[in-house]
């Protein structure tokens, strides 16, 4: 059991930035990959970026390229989420989740296994 809690989410202007943290519970946190998705209200969950397990590797959904960068700290059993240049349309539930490393589909949340309870993030404009 692999237990993530999130962390950083808040109120930010259109422009600005946020640092979303993922603490995960377990030493063998650098066994998962990681993800972050996100939720609107009335919409479906969708994928923003992830993370191999090693840091080595990452994926970022096309909305989010350019603006928002996945990193991890294996001795800190964390992983962020930089959000620059934040746009309203941004705003949702961001969670953080784990999939095991080996045959992983970053984009698909169907692999991960353990998630995180969610932190919100909304962007004014």
């Known amino acids: 059991q692999v237990q993530l809690v999130e962390s950083g989410g808040g109120l930010v202007q259109a422009g600005g930035s946020l640092r979303l943290s993922c603490a995960a519970s377990r030493r063998t946190f650098s066994s998962y990959a990681m993800g972050w998705f996100r939720q609107a209200p009335g919409k479906e969950r969708e994928f923003v970026g992830a993370?191999?397990?090693?840091?080595?590797?990452?994926y970022y959904a096309d909305s989010v390229k350019g603006r928002f960068t996945i990193s991890r700290d294996n001795a800190k059993n964390t992983v962020y989420l930089q959000m620059n240049s934040l746009k309203p349309e941004d705003t949702a539930v961001y969670y953080c989740a784990a999939a095991p490393a080996t045959g992983w589909t970053p984009g698909s949340q169907y692999e991960y296994k353990y998630w995180g309870q969610g932190t919100q993030v909304t962007v004014s404009s």
């Open positions: 993370i191999s397990w090693s840091g080595g590797s990452t």
